[in-house]
């Protein structure tokens, strides 16, 4: 009798759906760690041979590598777009790179609902610490007015050109980094952000958070301090290709500096190996806090990255082949352009060791933490990743997957199952302008079939059409 009565209760139970994931869990700590434009290939669980990172290849041994995840876009500001908005940048606000004149990006509207909002909905303390560019301090893009109680770091993307800045930006005061002048190389910035990552969990060990934390490393400029990191790597590559900014652009340390370029760079390759040894290090940090802290457990990290390897200011994807053999890099849209790394750990939640090639994408992280939270009714073009995650049955699958790119050449891109498509939509040879591949037979992307396959073209574009909004601010095709 006993027996039975239990079995009705725990029925009644599902009936109403209070046996859900989100009721049965204490809520946990999430932790998003994003790099900038670390390439698919430069950790060495991706691949990389001329260095390691064993802080994250330990994330890849006690948790999930996903190996078909994708970036929000090709460049920065819209990557984080999709990323905050859980929107593709077919519908996200922020589409391109957009400067203000003085300092910041075009900024994200108010009526955005953010990660950062679902997780202060929910109860969470929010933190953000690294580069936003999504909105300067006071306008409606401001990280304190989109859902974060503190951010610490570069608002402006282009100020984070420069290592050794000036200052930072804690909320709406700016702090003074000693004996940086952009003529006096002192204060690494990101050792600095680092420091006020960790206090951000410390401080509130006790409380659930939410800590957004996008890298600066390893972008351009190519430069690190010169300390026992770079000195593992000094004169252990050839350095063929020494960086120099060109004639007359006053983009060096010095009093001529146009501060939103690149430094030059006499060992590129040894300084890009030791920015990402040092994403790993910082990495290492993060999770020995939080064995320190005793709140391990009950933590959710993630890393990943916000497009491509980028060629500038002497990075060299090629040398170090930080695709891991993909086509393109920043910029493109072929895989090499937004194809990211993607580990996440959780103990006793997500086995480990877990190789997935799960497609996903950056708009479909809102989804997956608004199930992890039991939070409803959220603004996303994404589909939760959690039962992935979590190794359980049931994962949906996305009809497709959708970019545009509107600096440059104007661009889209759709992938759906293994057909991936780009449309150059200004491109005047018919052969070039739609370029289709079929990414299980030919991963690199290689051989255009369009001309083969005009059906799926023609549904492609269809797709590609439908998948669009225009936008004001980012029109697709410049009139």
């Known amino acids: 009798m006993k027996t039975n009565k239990t079995f009705a209760l725990w029925a009644v139970l599902a009936l109403f759906g209070l046996n859900s994931f989100a009721q049965q869990t204490q809520k946990p700590n999430v932790i998003y760690i994003l790099a900038d434009d670390l390439g698919y290939g430069d950790l060495s669980c991706y691949g990389q041979k001329k260095f390691r990172t064993p802080n994250l290849d330990k994330l890849a041994a006690k948790g999930i590598k996903l190996t078909q995840h994708y970036s929000g ?127 951000f969990i410390s401080k509130n060990k006790e409380n659930p958070f939410f800590a957004y934390i996008p890298f600066v490393l390893p972008h351009a400029e190519i430069i690190a301090p010169n300390d026992s990191i770079y000195t593992m790597f000094k004169g252990k590559f050839i350095e063929d290709k020494p960086y120099a900014p060109p004639a007359n652009s006053g983009n060096d340390y010095g009093p001529e500096l146009i501060e939103a370029k690149y430094a030059s760079q006499k060992e590129p390759h040894a300084v890009y190996a030791a920015m990402v040894t040092r994403i790993d290090v910082y990495v290492g940090q993060i999770m020995a806090k939080l064995e320190e802290l005793g709140i391990a457990e009950n933590t959710l990290v993630i890393f990943t990255s916000d497009n491509g390897p980028s060629v500038e200011g002497g990075a060299d994807p090629t040398f170090f082949n930080g695709t891991a053999g993909l086509r393109g890099v920043k910029r493109d849209l072929y895989e090499g352009g937004i194809r990211s790394p993607f580990l996440a750990v959780w103990p006793n939640k997500i086995k480990p060791g877990i190789v997935s090639d799960h497609i996903s994408a950056f708009w479909d992280m809102k989804p997956t933490f608004a199930d992890i939270l039991g939070e409803e009714n959220i603004q996303t073009d994404g589909i939760s990743m959690l039962p992935t995650l979590l190794g359980k049955k049931g994962q949906k699958k996305h009809a497709y997957l959708y970019w545009e790119f509107t600096e440059g050449k104007p661009k889209t891109a759709l992938r759906k199952g293994d057909w991936k498509a780009i449309y150059f939509l200004d491109e005047k040879n018919p052969k070039e302008a739609f370029q289709l591949y079929n990414l299980k037979n030919d991963p690199y992307e290689k051989e255009n079939i369009a001309a083969q396959n005009p059906k799926m073209v023609d549904q492609m574009k269809q797709v590609m059409k439908d998948s669009h909004v225009e936008s004001a601010l980012f029109p697709l095709v410049k009139k």
């Open 73 to 199: 876009s090709t460049v920065c500001a819209p990557s984080r777009s999709s990323l905050m908005t859980g929107q593709h940048t077919g519908h996200t606000p922020i589409r391109g790179n957009r400067e203000l004149p003085d300092e910041g990006q075009t900024p994200i509207p108010a009526t955005s609902e953010t990660i950062a909002e679902v997780f202060k909905k929910a109860g969470y303390v929010t933190g953000a610490f690294g580069k936003w560019g999504l909105g300067f301090v006071g306008t409606e893009g401001d990280p304190n007015k989109q859902g974060f109680d503190e951010f610490f770091g570069y608002n402006c993307q282009r100020k984070a050109h420069r290592y050794y800045t000036p200052y930072l930006w804690h909320n709406a005061e700016k702090v003074l980094l000693p004996g940086n002048d952009y003529m006096h190389t002192v204060t690494f910035s990101q050792d600095v952000i680092q420091d006020a990552t960790l206090e």
